[in-house]
């Protein structure tokens, strides 16, 4: 999907902090006016920018063409 994916505007809906320390985010996008949920773990280099992945901001994701439904954060 890095290679072949398409990058879409989407939404942070919510952000969850497991006692291991992994973060996980919620995020919504629409494609042809559908929506899509979908939620996807933080990398170290991402966690540093607490403010880039905070609920109500706007976030790159990279989907796939064929499947509209398989996303990461980009």
Same mark, same amino acid.
Not at 45 to 59: D, R
């Given at each position: 999907?890095?290679?072949?994916?398409?990058? #879409? !505007?989407?939404?942070?809906?919510?952000?969850?902090?497991?006692?291991? /320390?992994?973060?996980?985010?919620?995020? $919504?996008?629409?494609?042809?006016?559908?929506?899509?949920?979908?939620?996807?773990?933080? #990398? !170290?280099?991402?966690?540093?920018?607490?403010?880039?992945?905070?609920? /109500?901001?706007?976030?790159?994701?990279? $989907?796939?063409?064929?499947?509209?439904?398989?996303?990461?954060?980009?």
């Amino acid at each position: 999907m890095l290679k072949n994916g398409r990058i #879409t !505007e989407g939404t942070i809906i919510d952000s969850d902090t497991h006692s291991n /320390g992994d973060e996980i985010v919620y995020y $919504f996008y629409t494609i042809h006016g559908v929506d899509f949920e979908s939620s996807d773990h933080l #990398t !170290e280099e991402q966690k540093q920018n607490p403010l880039k992945y905070a609920p /109500g901001a706007k976030v790159s994701i990279r $989907f796939d063409p064929k499947n509209h439904g398989n996303s990461v954060l980009d």
